[in-house]
């Protein structure tokens, strides 16, 4: 085991997550040698920070600083987001990009993991002074990546209108039009359904547990959703829950939730949509909460994650804000409002308190149906996979079409779940009546992946 970091509790939080699955599997009894595989990939191959000096409207100078994280390159490309957020540290970027090793290998294609970005906050900013940061941001960063080397993305704070400031930085640095960045425009480069990807998949995804558990009776139709953030995973889950059939009862953000006033009732594809006008004008739920429109229909709670705020049932939780947003006891709110699938939208968005939880109610109580929890590096891989396929469109100078890219993300999903499910019964074996662990599955199997491709490189043997 490695070495407490204390201070950098996010990622020794995802490290201890990852080891105490590979420890209580079979698999360092099978393979023993695979201990020295997880030394090797819990450090990252390199660790890039800077500084981001801009001028603000004022014309005073500011500084931010940037970060990038190249955590392992075995199966490709670094591959992972840059999040621009005033919590943004080494410790969150390490964790999010030791995630993204194992969620990328989930997806099948050709990409490592890393992760980046700066503690520059964009709410507030106006459009020139993110122009100017972005700017200053990837004047630095354009020295360690590229289309071979390292392929950012977005993530909180990044949207496709920081992406092209970047990109248009890098092409006059550079001077090369390359795949370097995903979540682009899609008049120049970037891939259809890449915007509606995570939320999509998360849903996709979900949609097998249902399927698997029932014995393929069930589907999303008429469950009760509830879903916490705002953002494009929040807002495509939701869209594609209502899509399948489903109810959603809940949003949020970072300053308070909004619920379903009672036991019935769902968003409407136009009330999601008025969220997402807001989300783009930079601007909080509470601004629209009490509107005529929504007043009557919703109840918000300020300073308030969902979890405990909704009545009636729930039938499925999609944590799709940030990580920890799940906590033990909100964790056991859900069972007890009878949450059935447990499915992050967002990177480590559960306690570790609320994976215990969930994982000890995988058999099912007398008279009631197990819980079935799914980590967000499996559940929310569909993100990076569509930001694969646009490395891939990019490479080849094509375009898809919006069904063939929906098709393939949808085949991703399937085979990401499968994979997890298989890996967990080989790895883990339930009691009798106890639903294989997502959990120990997709560790195991992302894991396994990368530790294979590395021992043939020589990182390790």
């Not at 500084?51 to 591959?79: H, M, T």
Request: aromatic residues 10%; neutral net charge; charged residues 20%.
């Amino acid at each position: 085991m490695m070495q407490n970091l204390p201070f950098e509790p996010e990622f020794e939080q995802a490290y201890k997550e990852l080891a105490s699955t590979l420890e209580n599997s079979t698999l360092f009894e099978k393979k023993p040698e695979y201990r020295k595989a997880l030394q090797v990939v819990s450090v990252p191959e390199r660790v890039i920070q800077f500084r981001v000096v801009w001028e603000d409207d004022k014309g005073q100078v500011q500084i931010n600083r940037g970060f990038r994280v190249q955590f392992n390159s075995a199966l490709g490309p670094y591959k992972g987001g840059l999040r621009f957020h005033p919590t943004v540290n080494l410790s969150i970027l390490k964790f999010l990009g030791f995630e993204q090793i194992f969620k990328n290998a989930l997806t099948g294609l050709n990409m490592g993991g890393g992760k980046g970005g700066s503690d520059f906050d964009p709410k507030g900013k106006t459009d020139n002074e993110i122009r100017r940061f972005c700017v200053s941001f990837m004047t630095e960063l354009c020295k360690h990546i590229g289309a071979d080397t390292d392929v950012p993305a977005g993530d909180i704070g990044v949207t496709g209108r920081e992406v092209g400031f970047m990109f248009g930085q890098y092409k006059k640095i550079r001077n090369q039009w390359e795949g370097v960045l995903t979540g682009k425009g899609g008049s120049w480069g970037g891939s259809l359904i890449r915007p509606e990807a995570t939320g999509y998949g998360v849903v996709y995804y979900v949609e097998h547990m249902i399927k698997h558990a029932s014995g393929g009776k069930d589907s999303f139709a008429g469950k009760r959703v509830a879903i916490s953030g705002s953002g494009n995973v929040a807002q495509y889950a939701a869209l594609k829950v209502i899509e399948l059939g489903g109810s959603v009862v809940s949003l949020s953000d970072s300053q308070g939730a909004l619920v379903i006033n009672g036991e019935e009732g769902s968003f409407t594809v136009e009330e999601i949509n008025t969220i997402a006008q807001i989300k783009v004008e930079r601007k909080q739920i509470a601004e629209i909460a009490t509107q005529a429109a929504f007043s009557s229909k919703f109840k918000y709670i300020p300073g308030a994650r969902p979890w405990t705020n909704i009545a009636g049932r729930i039938d499925v939780a999609l944590p799709s804000a940030t990580q920890n947003e799940v906590s033990g006891d909100e964790a056991k709110a859900l069972i007890a409002a009878g949450c059935k699938f447990i499915a992050e939208g967002s990177n480590m968005g559960s306690t570790q308190e609320a994976i215990d939880v969930f994982e000890a109610h995988r058999d099912a109580n007398p008279g009631a149906a197990a819980i079935w929890y799914a980590p967000g590096k499996a559940a929310n891989a569909g993100g990076v996979a569509v930001s694969g396929l646009e490395m891939a469109q990019n490479s080849a100078r094509v375009n898809w079409s919006r069904e063939e890219v929906d098709s393939r993300l949808k085949k991703i999903m399937e085979d990401c779940f499968n994979n997890g499910l298989a890996t967990a019964k080989e790895y883990v074996t339930p009691a009798e009546g106890v639903l294989p662990s997502l959990v120990a599955g997709s560790n195991i199997a992302g894991f396994t992946k990368v530790a294979e491709a590395m021992k043939e490189h020589g990182d390790w043997w």
